[in-house]
């Protein structure tokens, strides 16, 4: 049997508070059953929430920075001491198979919120230049929007860097993902972090969402999502002259150079596949594009598609978020729609590659496309699920070229013999991140899109740098 977690309030002001936006059930998307019952805002909710978060503000800005630090290490010392349950309440809400809930859902946060914390107690707050003193004091109130594809995460990259800065923060989670947001507040209420600095708003993005994006007493957007909508929110909030962050949708490329030999293209080809199927397909940093020279392009064909098959739906591969979701990305699994070049190397709309679906639950087969025209639908849009396409590349300089065609420009990799050649590639990728080699996940380092993939950085130093205003004041 299914347990239902019910939430009877929100978190404003550092109480838990009825909501006055109805309620909302949450689906478990491997299940298809309600696992979570929860209250959704009012308008009058989130004018409540701002005013909250603007009246813990300056206390909160003026709290000196080991205080702060103490309090941050002691909410990360709650969430490590509860990381079963966040993992249980990840996997029941998002679908994640268990061991990815934990590593990728639960231990990634913990890093990042070490490394928040690592940034604060080194930040330079206070710097000169000749006559003058630069003070870098937080913006005031942060709305942050998040996405559900990874639920605690995507909350953590905000929230804690705005709270290490000294800003205070009103969250909206998503709809389809909040029950681990209230975990999460839940944990901060038992840190007796001050009342006000962290608030919850669930409700939908269109309604609650964009009151906050519009409110006068909110001075920030930190949103992650779909581009359309970050594309909405900036419009929206240039109305009060907000400052926006957007972390948006990618089109990754992962590039192997022409001196790679066998065992470095078996390697790039497994960890490509690996990436690009991470939480069902479903992050933002996919390496959905991977670019082979031509003449490797049967070498790589194999290798994925004998990768791919690994990826057993309800075992290691998770399902889609929802069956809309599911929808969307059945869309782009006819390859015929799709040039006469793309053949179908495992899954695609047949699901073909002995890949049997669970009955319940909105998987879909990993799916690995290859001869990918760059120009196609598959090769220019996020899918958000496990399809991989492959893409033959001339030259070096022709898999850059094809690279950089693209509207995104969020994550990358390059793989070559010569790393000093690797890492020249990589800089002349345009995207904010690039691995080189299976260079491994940086939780201190900035984190943020080229191009349509955003606005701003995140996680670390420059998480905290992001809610900061700069005062220069002179002698
Ligand atoms: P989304 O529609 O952009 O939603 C993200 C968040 O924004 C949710 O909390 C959503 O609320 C809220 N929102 C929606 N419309 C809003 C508005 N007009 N004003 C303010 N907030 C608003 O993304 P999604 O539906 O979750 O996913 C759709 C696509 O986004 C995916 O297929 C994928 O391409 C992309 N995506 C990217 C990332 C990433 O990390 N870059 C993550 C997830 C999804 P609700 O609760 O009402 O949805
Ligand atoms: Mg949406």
Not at 411 to 422: K, L, P
Request: aromatic share 4%; with cysteine; hydrophobic share 45%.
């Amino acid at each position: 049997m299914n347990d239902i977690q019910r939430e009877p309030a929100l978190y404003i002001g550092g109480r838990w508070v009825p909501g006055g936006g109805g309620v909302l059930e949450v689906e478990n998307p491997a299940t298809e059953e309600v696992t979570g019952v929860v209250p959704q805002a009012s308008a009058v909710d989130v004018d409540t929430a701002v005013a909250a978060a603007q009246a813990a503000f300056p206390g909160w800005a003026a709290t000196p920075v080991v205080e702060r630090a103490a309090l941050l290490r002691r909410l990360r010392g709650v969430i490590a001491e509860r990381a079963d349950l966040f993992a249980d309440t990840v996997h029941r809400e998002q679908g994640s198979p268990p061991r990815v809930a934990r590593m990728l859902h639960v231990d990634t946060p913990l890093a990042v919120i070490d490394a928040a914390i690592h940034a604060l107690e080194r930040f330079a707050f206070r710097s000169e230049i000749g006559n003058s003193v630069i003070l870098r004091q937080p913006v005031g109130v942060v709305a942050a929007i998040t996405p559900w594809n990874l639920p605690l995460h995507q909350v953590v990259v905000k929230v804690i860097p705005a709270l290490a800065a000294g800003a205070t923060v009103v969250l909206k989670p998503a709809g389809l993902t909040p029950l681990t947001a209230f975990e999460l507040a839940r944990a901060i209420d038992a840190a007796e972090l001050p009342a006000g600095v962290f608030n919850l708003v669930p409700g939908s993005g269109r309604v609650i969402g964009d009151h906050l994006v519009r409110h006068p007493g909110v001075d920030q957007i930190s949103f992650t999502g779909s581009t359309p909508v970050g594309r909405q929110i900036a419009v929206a909030a240039a109305e009060t002259l907000k400052r926006v962050t957007l972390e948006l949708g990618g089109k990754s490329a992962s590039v192997v150079l022409h001196d790679a030999d066998d065992a470095l293209l078996a390697k790039a080809v497994k960890i490509t596949v690996g990436n690009c199927y991470l939480n069902g397909g479903q992050t933002c940093t996919a390496l959905s594009r991977l670019i082979v020279p031509a003449a490797r392009i049967e070498d790589a064909e194999r290798l994925a598609a004998e990768a791919a098959a690994k990826y057993v739906p309800g075992a290691r591969l998770g399902p889609l978020i929802s069956a809309e979701q599911r929808k969307e990305v059945e869309t782009f699994l006819d390859p015929a729609t799709d040039g006469p070049s793309t053949r179908t190397i495992l899954g695609g709309a047949a699901g073909v590659g002995g890949s049997r679906l669970p009955e319940r639950g909105h998987y879909i087969a990993p799916t690995v496309f290859s001869r990918v025209d760059p120009d196609s639908r598959l090769a220019q849009e996020e899918v958000f699920g496990p399809v991989l396409s492959i893409l033959a590349a001339e030259s070096d300089d022709d898999a850059v070229k094809i690279a950089n065609n693209s509207a995104y420009g969020l994550s990358g990799a390059v793989w070559g013999i010569d790393q000093d050649a690797a890492v020249a590639v990589a800089a002349r990728l345009q995207t904010g991140q690039v691995d080189v080699n299976g260079g491994a996940f940086n939780p201190a380092a900035p984190f943020g899109g080229y191009k349509q993939s955003g606005i701003g950085r995140e996680i670390g130093e420059y998480g905290i740098a992001d809610v900061l205003e700069v005062k220069s004041v002179q002698r």
